[in-house]
């Protein structure tokens, strides 16, 4: 066989698939190394570096602009700090204030780009799966200020899915300046997203997490450490803009209750998950509830949102807590200041406004209401067990992310990131995780790959090692029906493993491949396709079929004589 460099370089696709990874596959030094990384990702890492930056100024603009608009609707004043959706300056009036959000939002969606419609995260997802991680440069634009009207005119969504979205816009969009691969545009798009996240919350690892869980489909160091090294910069500029007074050092919702940690609280926490296991399908069949009812509206989708606004301006008559991001009333609930029959209203008025106004085609995100409505269930569910509010708003808080989003792991850290408060991470572990088998039984789909459904496309969230990586050439090839010989032209050997073998026959669009001695290049065998499938018959068999290794001797009683 020939090892000629230069012929692969000229046949082999330059992308994860072939390129630098199948060449490094061929690298017999390198083959069986427990990652698939070489020293292009120091370059992506600069990149991510670079992306972080920017990723981090324009979150951090994302959120001056909300408040911006708040004060601009509510107020009638210029200011640039969140604030709270108020009824004290028009009165009943204030009800039409999200109809004029909407009408603008619809206009921009119309005329502008329809990508902003939406919660961002299902946009990204959608980006990186058939779009080549190609974001549109104008959506680096229309996305956050489309946004910032929807939530600074009173619509009760959160900042962090138009700031991932926008984010992952920075890093898609500097990197097609760039020459690189789909996968490597794809680490960028994910690095920026999780940059932004960082740069409002404040939460770091909760940000690295959201991006391995939710956006980068791999668990791999090409991705994970310039996601990091993203989301680092992006969080040591917070703390500068805070040093600065622009931004508070403090967590974004502080516990300061330290209960003490007994069994019974795990028990309780089970209960509080299973009861957000519950609002998690809820949450999910409210929203497309809703987006499926404007599907029957007669008009056309531009005026959705209006009519979406009016039902969120008549919910903020009922209950003003429920406009706007509503990090003023997390951090009521988690400090107990809201009591029983307030924590009700707000629970049924924030999901039905927000349900009602994401389902109209506007633009904002899902986690901070998810935040809200959960920290009110627990509080509801964790009333009946007495001791500090708070303490049950944290775990519905995290439960119901947990359920609703799929991604028990960035809940979790979020809740303790958001609060600092660490002594409650296992009881906040017991309920997020009974959240979330709960909602895997009853749902199919999460709150957000079920838009990605809707378009038709599918996503499998579950990872696992491939088991074309456990087995080796040799357990599988056919012998050789040919005398022993020297073979020339592309081969397989017996000491590589299975997916080496698919990428290969992947790249050069073959069926089957001749195995050869490493040492002497003599044909010992042969490779095809359907050879491959026996690693996956061998998965099949380890889930489908049952055994019983060990029994028990029968038991012998003693004979009567």
Known sequence: MSHDASRLDRRLPNDSIGGADLRSDLDSERRLADFTVDRSVLKLVALALVVGALSAGVALALIALIGFFTHLAYYGDVGWHLATPSLHRF????????????????????????????HGIPEAMETILIRGSKVEPRLVFLKPISSAISIGSGGPFGAEGPIILTGGAVGSVFAQ????????????????????????????????LFGVEILVFEWRPRSFVPIVAAVAVAD?????????????????FPLTVHPPLTALLSVEALTVGLACGILAWVLTAAVYGAEDAFKHVPIHWTWWPAIGGLVIGLG????????????????????????????????VVKLAIWAIGLGSGTSGGVLAPQLLIGAAAGGLVG?????????WALLGMGATLAGAMRAPLTAIVFSVELTHEIALMLPLVVA???????????????????????????????????????MFVREVMQPAVEPAGGVDGLVAYQDEVLRVVAGRMAAF?????????????ALVGAVTVFDLLAARRRQFLAERSRERPLQLPPLRLPSRR
Do not use: N
């Open 91 to 118: 009165g009943a009036w204030t009800v039409l204030i999200p109809v004029v959000g909407g009408l603008i939002v619809g206009l921009m969606a119309r005329f502008g780009s329809e990508r902003i419609r939406g």
């Open 177 to 208: 300046f760039l020459e690189l691969t789909a996968r490597e545009r794809r680490t960028l798009l994910v690095a920026g997203a999780s940059a932004g996240m960082a740069a409002v919350f404040g939460t770091p690892l909760a940000a690295v």
């Open 236 to 252: 040591t500029l917070r703390t500068w803009f805070a040093s600065l007074g622009l931004l508070s050092r403090a967590p974004l």
């Open 316 to 347: 903020g008559l009922a209950d003003p807590r429920a406009l706007g991001v509503g990090y003023g009333t997390i951090a009521d609930e988690l400090a107990g200041r809201i009591a029983l029959g307030g924590l009700a209203l707000v629970l």
């Open 383 to 391: 009333h009946a067990f007495g001791g500090h509010p708070g303490v």
């Open 432 to 470: 997020s995780a009974t959240a979330f088998l709960l909602s895997v039984l009853l749902l199919k789909r999460s709150i957000i790959t079920e838009k990605i459904a809707r378009r038709g496309f599918h996503v499998m969230r579950e990872y696992a090692v491939d088991p074309l990586e456990a």
């Open 509 to 521: 669009e073959v069926d089957e491949l001749p195995v050869v001695d490493r040492e002497t290049g």
